[in-house]
């Protein structure tokens, strides 16, 4: 029997899909637009036997996951932009030892403490790293509660497959907003594969101990350790490689957009075509890896391209390396906390077709 829709609120689909996932240990420290998150796996969890903890700090929280991640068990954090700001010292730490984990940012305004409002400005530190050193996080941006949760119950398994942190970059919209979901069947954590690579259980299972660190304090060793993890993100771009187009093929001008953007973009674009204009839509859902590819293809075939963040323009660096000056590439958007209106983008899309 198919599981029936329920509503909810984007932050609460988000905690349901992790559960359901198999996250075993979740770690976490209030900040505003995600505190319904927060409060959902600390009911839900402690329901089902599983650890939750409120840290005394996003530093602690983080380290806490880097702990639980180390034994093998899925492990979760979840903030907001200033929050997620504080555990970057630890995102590096887990991504120089290769551990898997799911870390959920619910974006707010800035920069500094900024307002609590929907914001994508965070872009810049959730696809270029973040933290200190040479590494990557994949980063899956949903544009609804149904996205959130499909993506968040994925990113488990993405995580460990590749054994790299996963980020979910969503923004207080997002988090905020109810949508009728679908949920995804539940997963036992005890039925899960023990990690070869994990701490503890090596009598039994007939191996080394293993040290979990991201030290290493002899620079050829660290070398060929970072080489190795950059020869792992070059297949990571191969594999995951996720956008969604909607009427890019006779358009003459396409919005690039993602999350809440898109969904104002997507409102754009019907009463664009409703007037007898070709507006496409290209939406990134891996922000990294960027589909860069796709985006150099539409460029080839004669596009115009309209950025539309919320955010002073921070996509828009990969959509010019995208298209590598191959057609024009255009910007409109709104920060501080406002979200652009589909009149507004409309208007701007428009204006530069000369209509």
């Known amino acids: 029997m198919a599981e029936e829709i329920r509503l909810m609120k984007g932050n609460e689909a988000i905690g349901e899909a992790a559960v359901r996932a198999g996250c075993r240990a979740y770690f976490g420290y209030p900040i505003t637009p995600q505190n319904e998150l927060t409060a959902y796996m600390a009911k839900h969890m402690l329901a089902k036997g599983r650890t939750f903890i409120q840290a005394e700090s996003e530093v602690a929280a983080i380290n806490m996951v880097f702990g639980a991640s180390s034994t093998g068990a899925r492990a979760m954090t979840s903030s907001s932009s200033p929050g997620v700001s504080l555990k970057q010292e630890g995102i590096s730490y887990l991504c120089g030892a290769d551990l898997p984990a799911v870390i959920v940012n619910v974006a707010r305004s800035g920069p500094g403490l900024g307002g609590i409002s929907p914001s994508q400005g965070d872009y810049f530190q959730a696809t270029r790293g973040g933290g200190h050193g040479d590494y990557y996080t994949i980063v899956l941006a949903p544009k609804g509660v149904q996205d959130a949760a499909d993506l968040t119950y994925e990113a488990f398994s993405i995580s460990e497959k590749w054994r790299v942190p996963v980020l979910i970059l969503a923004d207080g919209l997002i988090g905020q907003m109810m949508e009728g979901v679908v949920l995804p069947e539940p997963i036992d954590p ?19 101990y293993n040290h979990v660190t991201s030290m290493n304090l002899v620079p050829d060793e660290l070398e060929a350790a970072n080489h190795a993890r950059y020869a792992r993100y070059e297949l990571i771009k191969k594999d995951i490689n996720r956008y969604e187009e909607i009427d890019v093929e006779d358009a003459d001008v396409v919005f690039v957009a993602y999350g809440t953007s898109a969904r104002v973009s997507h409102g754009a674009l019907q009463m664009a075509r409703a007037k007898g204009m070709k507006v496409g839509l290209f939406r990134p859902i891996s922000l990294w890896p960027f589909p860069y590819a ?15 963040e919320m955010s002073m323009g921070q996509m828009i660096e990969d959509v010019r390396l995208a298209v590598n000056g191959k057609a024009p590439v255009y910007f409109y958007g709104r920060c501080g906390g406002n979200i652009p209106s589909q009149e507004e983008v409309f208007a701007e899309v428009a204006r530069l077709m000369g209509k």
């Open 294 to 308: 796709r985006l150099h293809e539409l460029a080839e075939k004669g596009k115009r391209f309209l950025c539309v």
């Open 190 to 208: 005890a039925t899960l594969p023990r990690k070869p690579w994990a701490v503890g259980h090596a009598v039994e299972m007939g191996r080394p």
